[in-house]
């Protein structure tokens, strides 16, 4: 099954500042797709508030920085983990797949993965898995630094995805 990707709304930061709101994203797709570019004050976790509220999400997670590997689950978040950075000023790039995010009959799932560089570590990348226990339909996403800002020149899209 093909699929095609219609641009939403895209963001590019002139000033540092904690979060990246989208609103009113509309009913119409299959899935949502987010991807961004970023660099954060501190090295901290990027994170996402379905509807720009707290709710419960569990995740599965897988990560490595080019010496070693680890993984984890965690549970009662108050958001999805979307990216992990090791160190600030890290530079990273980030996906994430929001799947039936219209549908209200589901929990909404996400699949995210993320790479990063910085000039003092070395290179993180990984994958989380996340589970949002809410039916509600996605009609906002509010992305934020858990600690710290996203430094001007962050660049985050925002695509819709309908089957064919």
Known sequence: ????????????????????????????????????????????????????????????YLMGDGSSASSARATGLASLKIAYMNSANTIGDFQVHFMSYANTNVYKTTLSAWNSTSATSFPNMGRFVNLSQTTSAITSLKFYSESGNFKAGTVIGLYGLKAA
């Open 1 to 60: 099954m093909a699929a095609t990707y219609e641009p939403i709304a895209s963001t590019t930061l002139g000033s540092d500042t904690s979060f990246i709101e989208f609103m009113s994203i509309p009913g119409t797709f299959t899935d949502l797709y987010a991807v961004g570019s970023f660099s954060l004050s501190t090295g901290t976790a990027v994170s996402c508030y379905v509807n720009s509220v707290s709710t419960t999400c569990s995740n599965t």
